[in-house]
């Protein structure tokens, strides 16, 4: 009789985790066509079509090469109701060497701010689509997968998409104080609106 109840407990896990769909699950998330435009953080697919999806030691491995390595994570906002006088100074961290383009991986992104981001890796390219670029962010973030998807379709042919991001490598190696990017950073103040 216990032989009989386990089976059908297993039976009915199975159908609820076989009903689970894409979103509910860490494994078997399509790709969309383009740039994924929902919520940033959730799961995320194994695969990056164009590019090479690698691990800690993918990333390892490819590091003697030089890679250029983009760092996506979103900056910090000051909490709400912090008062104005009271300082407010976040920190981000990211793999030693990075570049940090917080929001690069945004999408949709305004026309003037994508041509920014591609402007910048090609400069730090030197314009070399076959140098490789490591795009990351934070576990489950598609920002370093649209970023890494921007790339591709702009013709980079060694772009990297490292999915355990910041975290993934802290977990064997330490990291350093990230500021952003000042070349991304004035893409958004010569946008701005003056007052």
């Not at 953080?41 to 164009?50: E, M």
């Not at 030089?66 to 994570?73: F, S, T, W």
Request: charged share 25%.
């Amino acid at each position: 009789m216990r032989v009989i109840a386990r089976h059908a407990a297993f039976a009915a896990l199975g159908l609820m985790l076989g009903a689970a769909g894409p979103a509910d699950s860490p494994v078997n998330v399509p790709e969309p066509e383009g740039l994924y435009t929902g919520p940033p953080k959730g799961y995320t697919p194994a695969t990056l079509k164009g590019a090479t999806v690698i691990d800690l030691k993918g990333l390892e491995k490819l590091l003697p090469e030089g890679p250029v390595l983009i760092d996506v994570v979103l900056a910090d906002r000051r909490p709400e109701g912090l008062p104005a006088d009271r300082p407010w100074l976040p920190t981000h961290r990211s793999l030693p060497g990075a570049v940090w383009m917080p929001g690069a991986g945004g999408a949709p992104l305004a026309p003037e701010k994508e041509e920014a981001f591609l402007r910048r890796v090609a400069e730090l390219t030197g314009g070399d689509r076959a140098k490789p670029v490591v795009t990351f962010c934070r576990p489950e973030c598609w920002g370093s997968w649209n970023a890494g998807k921007r790339l591709v379709a702009a013709g980079y042919s060694r772009v990297h998409w490292f999915p355990p991001g910041v975290e993934g490598w802290q977990d064997d190696h330490d990291t350093a104080v990230a500021k952003p990017d000042p070349a991304w950073t004035h893409a958004d103040s010569a946008r701005a609106p003056q007052r």
